[in-house]
């Protein structure tokens, strides 16, 4: 990557190679094609020209040769302007073949989906446990009538957090890379998740894993084509202002497809602009003359496993907030006094070699540009025994690349890499994501009252829950909390800047009451 400004970009050799290997592995191999690539810089001087093809050299990027202004210049001879351009070896392609390579239908070749099968199957990450395996294997079970010719299938997975729904979509997305005829994606609607699992399968996976947006992937084929949906409840379906009784995106996407299987938690549902339900998708297949299967994760591999946990922190964000006294034992969870403490408690978990991270409701601007240095805009001033206090940091950065700047990465990478722990991030870069140890903060967008819940949208920063009424941000509002507070898989600390709020929770948990820290591998 290259920093133009504060852009950051990717270097022209690695640009010209990504169309090369997409040519290579996503073009029909009957049209015999070979594929060269180079980069013509049409502005770059002599010197620019020889600085990047320096920071090239030695790498995958030295293939593709760079060409600047002076490299072709005007009047240049056709012979020497073909050399340089390396094609003096061959010949014009006929009418026929150029008509043919535009109408030609892309599809990954199989020595692209073998080698992402062969990525996925070796990789720690997507290893399955119990009854993520089983759930593997009855997804097989429920798309094997498309072998037989018949295409019109949806499945549901639905699960809680730390169920693995994402590591059982890649490991199924490695098994369909493998069948005769395959033509699969893994489709997120997080473009964040996307992006983790796009860098840990490798790059060959672009284009069979990608972000679902508003436009479906490319190359579809209605009688082999099994597509993945990971992340559904974070699908843009409009339930609030669409006007057919089915999300819009869901029919568009079966229509172009055989089977079709969602990974759905209707809890995370955090925005009106987004998700589904079960019942709805149950409805849609009926209509649609689909067969339709359901398939529910009870057992969970994050929060240590704990039970306990997940159940109390469900009951303590709903409307009435039920939650009973914590009395578990085997997850670390209290309440932290102020924001000091909670970056003291996330710092030493780093020190230690553990991934901590600290969340926060999007209750405070966010204008900081999107390299560093980042603004220190969540601000919570708190007072103790010694006095007034001010705690001050920014929000995660909002560059799309994997890094930033040094020790701040990218939005996509805020959970996983270097530095990401000095940042604050939200429910967007942290949704789908998971580290040891979670810090979340609770914003003034909901307050506990002795009625329970009570929403205050106009505390709220984030635009996509602008208009509405406090009865309709409560659900989104808990959902988010419930998303942040179920990132750690060995320990939680809260904090709200409500004192009412922060009152209620420490009568429920108290301190540092810190359960056993399951050493065990979790997912």
Request: aromatic share 8%.
């Amino acid at each position: 990557m290259l920093m133009v400004g504060s852009r950051e970009v990717l270097h022209p050799g690695r640009q010209v190679g990504g169309y090369v290997a997409y040519l290579n592995d996503w073009v029909p191999a009957e049209l015999d094609l070979e594929v060269r690539g180079l980069a013509y810089l049409h502005n770059a001087s002599t010197e620019l020209v020889g600085h990047l093809s320096a920071l090239a050299a030695g790498g995958p990027s030295a293939a593709f040769p760079l060409l600047g202004a002076d490299t072709l210049p005007e009047g240049i001879e056709a012979s020497l302007l073909a050399e340089r351009l390396q094609c003096a070896d061959v010949e014009p392609a006929d009418r026929h073949a150029v008509t043919n390579f535009l109408l030609a239908q892309h599809r990954p070749s199989a020595s692209l989906l073998a080698r992402v099968a062969g990525t996925i199957e070796g990789h720690d990450g997507f290893r399955l446990v119990g009854d993520q395996d089983k759930v593997r294997q009855t997804i097989h079970r429920a798309i094997e009538a498309i072998v037989r010719g018949r295409s019109g299938h949806i499945v549901v997975v639905t699960g809680g957090p730390g169920t693995g729904k994402t590591a059982i979509a890649a490991r199924v997305m490695g098994d369909l890379c493998l069948r005769d005829d395959a033509n699969p994606r893994l489709l997120s609607s997080s473009g964040t998740l996307t992006q983790q699992l796009t860098r840990a399968i490798g790059g060959p996976a672009k284009g069979l894993i990608s972000t679902l947006t508003t436009t479906l992937p490319r190359g579809l084929n209605k009688g082999s084509s099994i597509v993945l949906l990971d992340e559904a409840h974070r699908a843009r379906t409009d339930p609030l202002r669409r006007s057919s009784e089915f999300p819009d995106l869901f029919t568009r996407l079966i229509r172009d497809c055989a089977a079709l299987v969602l990974f759905l938690d209707e809890r995370q549902i955090v925005r009106p602009s987004e998700g589904t339900t079960l019942n709805e998708l149950r409805s849609l297949a009926r209509a649609r003359g689909y067969t339709f299967a359901h398939i529910d994760l009870t057992t969970q591999f994050r929060c240590g496993g704990s039970r306990a946990y997940l159940d109390w922190i469900d009951a303590l964000l709903t409307e009435d907030g039920q939650a009973l006294t914590w009395q578990g034992t085997d997850y670390d969870l209290a309440i932290a006094d102020n924001p000091a403490e909670l970056e003291d408690w996330v710092t030493t978990h780093q020190h230690a070699g553990r991934s901590a991270r600290i969340t926060a409701g999007f209750c405070w601007p966010w204008d900081s540009p999107p390299t560093p240095p980042l603004w220190p805009e969540v601000s919570i001033p708190w007072t103790n025994e010694t006095g007034d206090h001010l705690w001050q940091r920014p929000w995660n950065s909002g560059a799309g690349g994997i890094l930033a700047g040094a020790d701040t990465p990218g939005r996509a990478f805020w959970a996983t890499d270097q530095g990401g722990h000095q940042q604050i991030g939200c429910v967007y870069t942290a949704q789908g994501m998971e580290y040891d140890y979670s810090a979340v903060i609770l914003g003034e967008d909901i307050t506990w009252t002795s009625t329970g819940w009570q929403a205050r949208p106009e505390k709220s920063r984030d635009s996509a829950l602008r208009g509405l009424s406090p009865r309709q941000y409560l659900r989104y509002a808990l959902n988010t909390y419930r998303v942040l507070a179920t990132r750690g898989t060995r320990g939680t600390r809260l904090y709200s800047t409500d004192p009412d709020t922060q009152s209620h929770l420490r009568a429920l948990v108290g301190h540092h009451l810190a359960g056993s820290n399951t050493e065990a591998y979790l997912r």
